[in-house]
């Protein structure tokens, strides 16, 4: 799919195109049990560098949710929540081929456990 839609460079970098430029893209999503999802997007061409630019921050809140030990017994309730950052970039090459790239930093918390991470992701997009 090829479109305007700013958002659509989270899931292939390579989809990022500067006609995105001074666009933003939110997101909410409100599932079932209070789980809400929270997103904000947005991209920037750099004339000079001839490069698309998208930050975007993705959020996750699983509500409340009771805390229990092997047993079974209820120890309180913990908030779990997920986010994460990314940078992408991405540049035409030839007339037809797109290429970016998305650096990310992830972060879960889990009550008692915790987890980091980063990644990155690389994309190609052939458009004729």
Not at 76 to 95: T, V
Request: aromatic share 14%; no cysteine; proline share 2%.
């Amino acid at each position: 799919v090829i479109s305007n839609d700013e958002s659509m460079h989270v899931a292939n970098p390579a989809l990022l195109r500067n006609e995105m430029h001074a666009q933003m893209a939110t997101s909410f999503n409100s599932m079932y049990a209070g789980i809400k999802q929270y997103g904000l997007s947005g991209a920037y061409f750099n004339t000079s560098l001839k490069t698309n630019i998208a930050a975007t921050v993705q959020y996750v809140d699983y509500g409340s949710i009771s805390a229990t030990d092997a047993a079974g017994n209820i120890l309180g309730n913990i908030r779990p929540q997920d986010y994460m950052m990314q940078l992408a970039i991405s540049r035409k090459y030839l007339k037809k081929w797109h290429y970016g790239f998305a650096f990310k930093y992830m972060n879960a918390n889990y009550g008692n456990y915790k987890a980091a991470a980063i990644s990155m992701d690389a994309g190609a997009n052939y458009y004729d």
